[in-house]
T-cell receptor, first 114, second 112 residues
Framework: QQQVKQSPQSLIVQKGGIPIINCAYE??????FPWYQQFPGKGPALLIA?????SEKKEGRFTISFNKSAKQFSLHIMDSQPGDSATYFC?????????????FGGGTRLMVKP | NAGVMQNPRHLVRRRGQEARLRCSPM?????VYWYRQLPEEGLKFMVY????????ESGMPKERFSAEFPKEGPSILRIQQVVRGDSAAYFC??????????FGQGTRLTVV
């Protein structure tokens, strides 16, 4: 019930390509879906987040698409750059009185080739 | 405004020793979360604390692990009698209530 499944595990694209990372969740009580970017040896950094009342959110080159009925959401990176090479994690939480405890996907290691 | 500060960044302990990991949340943040990341895996929630209170510890192993967030000072994650399987990166995150969580750089624990 608490799982978040992420795919693919790894992804290689050419510079300028549009990598797409997908996540699926089971718990319908989740109502907050952030994406984190992690570089080697660093902590996860919040990239972009969405709530289920919208189907898409765009911030710069990063876009989240959200399908509430399918319980799926995805991250698109437009015009990808070598500096985007990192591990990306989707996550989900219930933003109730309990705060912000995140359930993470397994991560996608992205490599953007020059 | 400094970010979430964790120390030490790297910690080596022999089997059976105790490990103490510290986390100072961002200024104004009263919620602290600890996560564990095993190599090549995602982060797993361990415990959620507010000042002087453990709110949710559903992800904490039942034995050897404890956490606190005292009125003054950093939050502490303590692992007693460490075993090789405790080797991982431990991340702390902080947030104001009902807002995004920001992560520290983590403490990489190696048990030898």
């Amino acid at each position: 019930q608490q799982q978040v499944k992420q795919s693919p595990q790894s992804l290689i694209v050419q510079k300028g390509g549009i990598p797409i990372i997908n996540c699926a969740y089971e718990n319908t009580a989740f109502d907050y879906f952030p994406w984190y970017q992690q570089f080697p040896g660093k902590g996860p950094a919040l990239l972009i987040a969405i709530r289920p009342d919208v189907s898409e959110k765009k911030e710069g080159r990063f876009t989240i698409s959200f399908n509430k009925s399918a319980k799926q959401f995805s991250l698109h990176i437009m015009d990808s750059q070598p500096g985007d090479s990192a591990t990306y994690f989707c996550a989900a939480s219930k933003k109730d009185n309990a705060g912000n405890m995140l359930t993470f996907g397994g991560g996608t290691r992205l490599m953007v080739k020059p | 405004n400094a970010g979430v500060m964790q120390n030490p960044r790297h910690l080596v302990r022999r089997r059976g020793q105790e490990a103490r990991l510290r986390c100072s949340p961002m200024k104004g943040h009263s919620h602290v979360y600890w996560y564990r990341q095993l190599p090549e895996e995602g982060l797993k929630f361990m415990v959620y604390l507010q000042k002087e209170n453990i709110i949710d510890e559903s992800g904490m192993p039942k034995e050897r692990f404890s956490a606190e967030f005292p009125k003054e000072g950093p939050s502490i994650l303590r692992i007693q009698q460490v075993v090789r399987g405790d080797s991982a990166a431990y991340f702390c995150a902080s947030s104001p209530r009902q807002a995004e969580a920001f992560f520290g750089q983590g403490t990489r624990l190696t048990v030898v």
